[in-house]
């Protein structure tokens, strides 16, 4: 069975353009998450989906970030603008009951 | 906010040797899950622990939660260069997860 699938593996971009990430969650899963990873605060959630709604985003930065799940198999992240201190990697996990299954992450660099 | 704090924050070793590795909270866990996580993959769950004083075993890891519920640690015997990785303790609050700082692991042959 494929686990979680994220897309783009690597994002290099320039501050200022959007940057949008992409995550396919384990078939069955109906709860999806949206982690991001740095040295510096170590690994955060940022959001997370119950049966495709939006149920605690209290970690999400600020404004510049949204993420959406029009339906059960498919999530975004978006950054808009992005800005250098938001070079991490984003992870996106699934569950059904109890454990959480990571992707492998998408590793942005904003220059 | 719950913190969780795990020492040490990094770990060279050499193959053979045993280790501990400890998370502590500044408030009692509802549940405390420890991942592993290799480079360039997501965390892996290793153990979940729910009573206090609980000890689980997982072929050479052996994980115990501390009788108050706010600390635990990892104890790896014989460690081999596959368990190099960075380790993650996490408390589970109905589904949300809060992730310690990480103690990075390295294990030499």
């Known amino acids: 069975d494929a686990g979680v699938i994220q897309s783009p593996r690597h994002e290099v971009t320039e501050m200022g353009q959007e940057v949008t990430l992409r995550c396919k969650p384990i078939?069955?899963?109906?709860?999806l998450f949206w982690y991001r990873q740095t040295m510096m605060r170590g690994l955060e959630l940022l959001i997370y989906?119950?049966?495709?709604?939006?149920?605690?985003d209290s970690g999400m930065p600020e404004d510049r970030f949204s993420a959406k799940m029009p339906n059960a198999s498919f999530s975004t992240l978006k950054i808009q603008p992005s800005e250098p201190r938001d070079s991490a990697v984003y992870f996106c996990?699934?569950?059904?009951?109890?454990?959480?299954?990571f992707g492998p992450g998408t590793r942005l660099t904003v220059l | 906010t719950q913190l969780l704090e795990q020492s040490p924050q990094f770990l060279s070793i050499q193959e053979g040797e045993n280790l501990t590795v400890y998370c502590n909270s500044s408030?009692?866990?509802?549940?405390l899950q420890w991942y592993r996580q290799e480079p360039g993959e997501g965390p892996v769950l290793l153990v979940t622990v729910v009573t206090g004083g609980e000890v689980k075993k997982l072929k050479r890891l052996t994980f115990q939660f501390g009788d108050a519920r706010k600390d635990s640690s990892l104890h790896i015997t014989a460690a081999q260069p596959g368990d190099t990785g960075l380790y993650l303790c996490a408390s589970r609050n109905t589904d949300k997860l809060i992730f310690g700082t990480g103690t990075r692991l390295q294990v030499f042959p």
């Open positions: 989906f119950n049966n495709n709604v939006p149920i605690d």
């Open positions: 408030s009692v866990f509802s549940s």
């Open positions: 996990a699934s569950s059904l009951v109890g454990e959480q299954f």
């Open positions: 078939s069955g899963h109906n709860s």
